[in-house]
């Protein structure tokens, strides 16, 4: 793949890092607000603790999601970086651009795509 064709995608992966931490931010906000006052000591002396195990789970579910996004983007980036980015991980074939298009954090060809999902049905799906 040629230089500017990286650079290009370098770029838009670095907005969509830029907004997903803007994003994560954003929601982190409000959740951390919330479970650190229901982890008020008063509440904990008064033995409620149905609200702080919600926020808890809720919050350890995002955090899965949006650790393996970003982990997705970052790993994109070092393939640019180390001039493998747009060949498939598993067989080394060129990513069609069309799916790198749609898909900048893609690692696969659809053929291996399809398998990996297949063989792991619990993985996250492609980005
Ligand atoms: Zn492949």
Redesign the pocket.
């Known amino acids: 793949m040629s230089q500017p064709i990286s650079d290009t995608y370098a770029q838009q992966l670095q907005q969509m890092r830029a907004d997903l931490i803007a994003q994560i931010r954003a929601q982190r906000g409000g959740k951390i607000g919330r479970a650190e006052s229901a982890l008020d000591p008063h509440d904990i002396q008064s033995g409620d603790w149905s609200q702080v195990d919600g926020e808890r789970d809720l919050a350890q579910a995002l955090d899965e999601r949006e650790t393996a996004a970003l982990r997705a983007i970052d790993e994109a980036l070092q393939r640019i970086a180390n001039g493998t980015f747009g060949l498939?991980t598993?067989?080394g074939?060129e990513i069609p651009t069309a799916r790198l298009h749609a898909a900048p954090t893609a690692q696969?060809?659809i053929?291996?795509q399809t398998r990996y999902e297949r063989d792991h049905p619990g993985a996250t799906p492609s980005l």
């Open positions: 498939c598993d067989c074939a696969r060809c053929g291996c």
